[in-house]
C-alpha cells in the first residue's frame, strides 16, 4: 500500500519533527544507550533537547518510497527489534539502530493518518505490519515504546501527533556542552556523582570530505581508541589530528550505518560500544575545499535553523566555527594577494 499524498505532505524529506503521543501528551525520545527509545516530556532532565527531534528521510526501495526517520541527538534509526517489548509492554521492542542495509526491512516506515482525526494524527504504520504504540495507560510511570503487532487503528496509544519543529531566528549561536567526565546518579532526593570507574572505551572511525564516504569493512579507514563521551574533547582529538590544532574551526558529522545520512554531532556521545563513524569537515580550509565548506555550511544552517530556540544551545560551536572559518578564509585570501 502506498503512502497517501497527505502522508507525502507531512513526511517531507529532510524535515525535522517530534512525535507525541496522543494519550500521554510526551515526545518519543532517543534513549543515551543509542538502543532504547522511551516517552518523555520536552526539557526532560539529564537529556539533550535533540533527543526528542526526529529527521525524516525518504527512501526509494522496489518503487515504493519508504519514510524513515533518524535521530538529531545520534543520527541512529527507528527500527524494529527483533525482540519482544520489556514487561508491561506489548509487541515487540522498538529501538534505535543504524541503516545498515538498502533493503533493511526493519527501518522502514508507511505513515497512515488516523480516521476522523484533526491533522498530523498519525499512526506509524511498520513494513512488517504492527504500529509505533505508547504504553503505560493505566500505568503512569511506564514510559516505554514498542510496536504493537495487530494492525488496527482503534486505540490510541497507536496514535501520534507530528510536531514539526520551527526555524530557530537568525543569528542564532548555539554552543557545544561542556565536557563533563563524572556522570551522576539519581537517587530519591539528590543528583550526586557516581563512583569513579573504568571509562568507556569507543572505536573512532573518521574521514576527511575529500575522501569516499565509505565505512565499509574492505576499506581502510583511519580510527583510534577514545575513551570520553564528552564530544567537546572528541572535537579536540579530532582538530589535533586533522587540522594541526586547529579546534575551533572543526564540525563533526556521525553516520550511523553504511546507507545513513550524516548527522551534525553536538551532543555527547551515546552509551554504545559500536564504533563511531565521522566525517570531519574543516571550517577554514582554503583552495580547493573552501567548495566542499560552502555546501557544508548551507547544509548545517538549513539543517540547524530547525531547532526551537528554546531547546538547547549546544549548536553554537558550529556557527562559531563557520564565522571563525568564513574570517580565516577572508585574511588567507587578502593576504595572498
Known sequence: MAISEAMNGLFVDGLYLRLRSRVHGTYLHAERD??????????????????????????????????????????????????????????????????????????????AAVPDAPAGHVLMRHLLNGTLRANGRFRVWNNGVSIDMYFGNRSTMRQWMVEVVPPRPQGYVPVLPAPSETPRRHTFLFWRPRAPGVARRRIIRYLLPQQPLNFGPGHKVPSFAFYSPSVYNLRTQMGIRVHDGEIGVTIMCVQAGLYGRLTPLITDLPHIDEPLHIVVYLAGTPGENFAVFLVVRAALVICLSLFQQEDSVVLRFIFSSLLSGSVLIGRTACSSK
Open 34 to 111: 543509542g538502543v532504547g527509545l522511551s516517552l518523555l516530556p520536552r526539557g526532560a532532565v539529564g537529556y539533550p533537547a535533540e533527543a526528542a527531534v526526529w529527521r525524516v528521510h525518504r527512501f526509494l526501495r522496489d518503487g515504493v518510497n519508504y519514510v524513515l526517520i533518524h535521530g538529531a541527538a545520534y543520527g541512529r534509526y527507528l527500527a524494529l527489534s527483533d525482540e519482544p517489548a520489556t514487561p508491561g509492554c506489548v509487541g515487540m521492542r522498538a529501538v534505535q539502530r543504524g541503516f545498515d542495509d538498502p533493503v533493511l526491512d526493519a527501518v522502514m516506515w508507511k505513515p
